[in-house]
C-alpha cells in the first residue's frame, strides 16, 4: 500500500493549510488514518488520527485548531490547519493502517507516506 501526501507549503502566522493524504494498491480495509510531524532536531510526535468511524484524537498542541477527516471512498485522510503557529513548522507524515490483499489472502500493513513540509512565518 503506497501513500501520496500533498497539501504543505509556506504560510504566515494565523493563516491556513489543508493537507491530503490518499492510499492505494490492493487496499481490502482501513482501520485508523492519523498524521504526525518532526521539527527540525526534534523526535517526530503524534498530531492526529482518525478510526474507521468517526472517533478523532488530537494532541492537545493542535487540539481546537487542527481537524482531521476522512473521505472513505477515496482512501483519503485530511488535515485541515488553522491558526497555524511558527511552532507547528515541521515534516508532516500520514499513517494509514489496515489491511489488504496479497495473493490468495488478506494480511495486515501499517503504511507511512513521504512526508510534506509546512512552514509558518511569523
Known amino acids: 500500500v503506497q501513500l501520496q501526501a500533498s497539501g504543505g507549503g509556506l504560510v504566515q502566522a494565523g493563516g491556513s493549510l489543508r493537507l491530503s493524504c490518499a492510499a492505494s494498491?490492493?487496499?481490502?480495509?482501513?482501520?485508523?488514518m492519523g498524521w504526525y510531524r518532526q521539527a527540525p532536531g526534534k523526535q517526530r510526535e503524534f498530531v492526529a488520527q482518525?478510526?474507521?468511524?468517526?472517533?478523532?484524537n488530537y494532541a492537545d498542541s493542535v487540539k481546537g485548531r487542527f481537524t482531521i477527516s476522512r473521505d472513505n471512498a477515496k482512501n483519503t485522510v485530511y488535515l485541515q490547519m488553522n491558526s497555524l503557529k511558527p511552532e507547528d513548522t515541521a515534516v508532516y507524515y500520514c499513517?494509514?493502517?489496515?489491511?489488504?490483499?496479497?495473493?490468495?489472502?488478506?494480511?495486515?500493513?501499517?503504511?507511512w507516506g513521504q512526508g510534506t513540509l509546512v512552514t509558518v512565518s511569523s
Open positions: 482518525i478510526a474507521s468511524g468517526i472517533t478523532t
Open positions: 499513517n494509514v493502517m489496515g489491511s489488504y490483499y496479497r495473493t490468495s489472502y488478506v494480511t495486515d500493513f501499517d503504511s
Open positions: 494498491g490492493s487496499i481490502s480495509r482501513i482501520n485508523a
